[in-house]
């Protein structure tokens, strides 16, 4: 049908343009933050373009069900702004066509959706997850910066080297160690990084060196003289990773009796059944006055996404605490809206026309034709 392709290309032209500007600004969000984390020393260079990309698929699920229930809102709200719908109307084309194209629209989003939900954003969370932890154990490796003083996370040792060769070997190196008992130096000409093999702990071992301990204030401390010397390093091999829900398969998910576990398999599915329904719910809410604009719906629009996203979040808080059972769990807020849009859809339609006081000598006319005379 020649209408609905029409409908179907306008929502995705403009499902196009709002995509890109919503993950802009997540990207943009994402990729400070995580430039800030580099300047603080809590990332290495090398791990941020991965960690960019990871987090950034991961988000597409929460990006998607609010891209394609704005597309829906505008794209529709262009046609009742340019009297479309008024000339669509006379020519026997309602709401139903509209809500019509827009569930081959949702159908063919359902299957992405479900992707990103059940598969990909589970495995895009892991991987952040695995990626985080390498990073910790190489960290008091990958931070030593030649020709600077680098500083432990705890403030409490400073190491500097002149040179370093093959991420291994240092050359004229100082280690400064605070603790309660006083404070040690370590210098030495040569020093080297290894790592045992059976417990993956990572160690700088000092050649020929000297060691000075003492305490600040006072005219007591000790020299010695040393062959070889090693120092534990702060970062250590991963020997196991503990994964948090967010983290697991579905099928993981699926198999674990846990109430947590159980909220979070509901929370996957609550992304799916949130687009369906904010996308339906965008048909009877597009309908807008020819004088009212395209943008009039658009704080409406926003304010019932807050609303929905956050009654999931407590939905999901009360499954994980055992408020509620897992079968209310976190449908009952998908049942409230879609109601809601049976209300909307239905008044759009005329079904509750019956409901209102009308005389004998009242002509009843659909809505776009109501307002063209109010105007």
Known sequence: MIIRDYIIKEVMRTFAGVFMVLFLVILSTQLLKSLAAVANGKIAIDFLFSLIALENLDSLTLILPLTLFLSILLALSRLYKDSEMVALSACGIG???LLTS????????????????LVTSPWASKNVRIAKEEFKALAAIELITPGQFNLSSDSKRVLYSEEMLENTRLLNVFLHNESDSGSSVLASSEANIFTDPRHGARYIVFQNGNRYDGSAGTTKYRH??????????????IEKISFNRENLSTIELLNSDDLRSTAEFQWRVSQILMMVILAMLAVPLSKTAPRQGRYAKMSVAIFIYIVYSNLLLVAMNWLKKGVAPPGIGMW???????IFFLILFSRQMGWLSGLRKKT????????????????
């Open 224 to 237: 010695v003289k040393f062959k070889e010397y090693g120092v534990l390093l702060e970062g250590k091999g």
């Open 360 to 375: 004998h000598n009242t002509l009843y006319c659909p809505d776009e034709f109501d307002e063209m005379v109010r105007d």
């Open 102 to 117: 827009v569930l081959i629209v949702i159908f063919c989003f359902v299957f992405v959706e479900s992707g990103l939900a």
């Open 332 to 338: 009952w807020v998908h049942i409230v809206f879609f």
């Open 95 to 97: 709401p139903g066509t």
